[in-house]
């Protein structure tokens, strides 16, 4: 499994820059981490039925489906399984972005209303966290929960260190330029982030992560040749995401 993992990103990045920049540590998917992710998996179940989870219209629910499906069917090399993500935005006004490795992707309230202004900001974070569940990239705490006891046991399983979250960034740099989606937009993620770290502790293991996603990122920019202006991709996000995140933002406070 490992090795087909290694084949995958060889040919796929081998175009953009030096192929070792762009593998994970192989402890994420070695068959050893199996038991472990299954686990998750299993646990996933448990989280789904006791998290404030927004429900969604059928129209609503086609939007979040197309967006997770240009990305896949753009990107079918690395998207090889047949496993469904599924966006799922919970009712928390914290700024939450995590997933589970059984293909849920969970954004918060929160996250929607200060900070993914535009489609393409939504597109930059689905796309890492459809990343961390096909590859496996969670991080094993030293105990096996047995059971979630609220959103910061799923947190600590999500935070990953700089090295992975720096190959993340380049990963969703390719994946999004291949969707038609814009991929400077990840940038902006960034330095979001950066500016306002105080906001992200439940995404960022330290204040001082996001200054240096920051600068990785400019580094590995600064070998690209396009160079958009992020304003202009926010001109054409659709009018299904403005009435998406309308409704997200609307909704009532859980009790």
């Given at each position: 499994m490992f090795q087909k993992k290694i084949l995958v990103c060889l040919i796929l990045c081998c175009q953009y820059s030096v192929w070792a920049d762009f593998i994970f540590d192989k402890k994420y998917?070695?068959?050893?981490?199996?038991?472990?992710?299954?686990?998750?998996?299993?646990?996933?179940?448990?989280?789904?039925?006791t998290e404030n989870i927004i429900k969604l219209n059928s129209n609503e629910v086609k939007y979040t489906e197309e967006i997770v499906?240009?990305?896949?069917?753009?990107?079918?090399q690395l998207f090889k399984s047949k496993k469904l993500?599924?966006?799922?935005?919970?009712n928390r006004e914290e700024n939450l972005l995590f997933s589970l490795p059984g293909g849920s992707i969970f954004i918060s309230k929160g996250l929607m209303d200060?900070?993914?202004?535009n489609e393409h900001l939504l597109a930059v974070v689905v796309a890492r966290e459809m990343i961390k569940i096909s590859q496996d990239l969670y991080n094993k705490l030293f105990y096996?929960?047995?059971?979630?006891?609220?959103?910061?046991?799923?947190?600590?399983?999500?935070k990953l260190p700089i090295k992975e979250e720096s190959i993340l960034d380049k990963w969703s740099y390719i994946i999004l330029e291949r969707s038609g989606f814009d991929p400077n937009s990840i940038l902006n993620w960034l330095q979001v982030q950066n500016k306002n770290s105080f906001d992200f502790i439940y995404i960022l293991d330290s204040f001082q992560l996001a200054l240096k996603k920051e600068q990785l990122f400019k580094n590995f920019m600064s070998t690209k040749s396009n160079t958009d202006n992020f304003e202009q991709a926010a001109l054409q996000t659709t009018k299904q995401y403005y009435l998406l995140r309308e409704k997200i933002i609307r909704t009532k406070n859980a009790k």
């Open positions: 998917g070695h068959d050893d981490n199996k038991q472990y992710i299954l686990h998750l998996q299993d646990i996933e179940k448990v989280y789904l039925d499906g240009k990305i896949q069917r753009n990107n079918q993500f599924k966006i799922n935005f919970i200060k900070y993914l202004k096996i929960p047995t059971g979630f006891r609220d959103f910061n046991d799923v947190v600590r399983i999500n």
